[in-house]
């Protein structure tokens, strides 16, 4: 029984994370670093389906290197990633710390998302519950980076 708990998780290579996810909170751990936990609890409403790509170039600025796509029942969130290199004094210790900000980027969903994929072109598709699939397109605004 799960008491209305949505819970799952998975693997994202390029990052070198795992990652689950508990309602509304991300739980990411970098498990070759075997770094701190990170936890990021910014959306308010359970997150359903989450996908981890790169974003299309010149959209965002150039530290973000990474994005995650979050879906709840109602809205679809970007949350953007950025990988900092920390170097210590022995060079050995070096550490990449991945700090997620969620994205003024949202849209509202008419449709229960049950899938979300990307390619290797840095297209995002989205599978719904009634058998629709559609792609993410975003842009950027006039003058301005989408943030």
Not at 54 to 71: L, N, R
Not at 102 to 115: A, F, P
Not at 120 to 146: A, H, P, Q
């Amino acid at each position: 029984m799960n008491n209305g708990n949505i819970a799952f998780s998975g693997i994202y290579e390029p990052l070198d994370i795992v990652y689950c996810v508990n309602n509304n909170k991300i739980i990411i751990w970098n498990y070759k670093k075997q770094q701190d936990i990170i936890i990021f609890d910014k959306i308010t409403s359970p997150i359903i389906c989450l996908h981890f790509t790169q974003p299309k170039k010149e959209i965002f600025s150039d530290e973000i290197k990474y994005i995650a796509v979050a879906c709840t029942s109602n809205n679809l969130y970007i949350i953007l990633i950025t990988v900092e290199n920390q170097i210590y004094s022995d060079n050995i210790n070096n550490k990449n710390h991945i700090k997620l900000m969620l994205s003024n980027y949202s849209v509202g969903l008419s449709n229960t998302v049950n899938s979300i994929v990307s390619t290797g072109k840095r297209r995002i598709f989205i599978g719904s519950d009634n058998n629709n699939l559609f792609e993410l397109n975003y842009t950027v605004k006039i003058d301005n980076k989408i943030i």
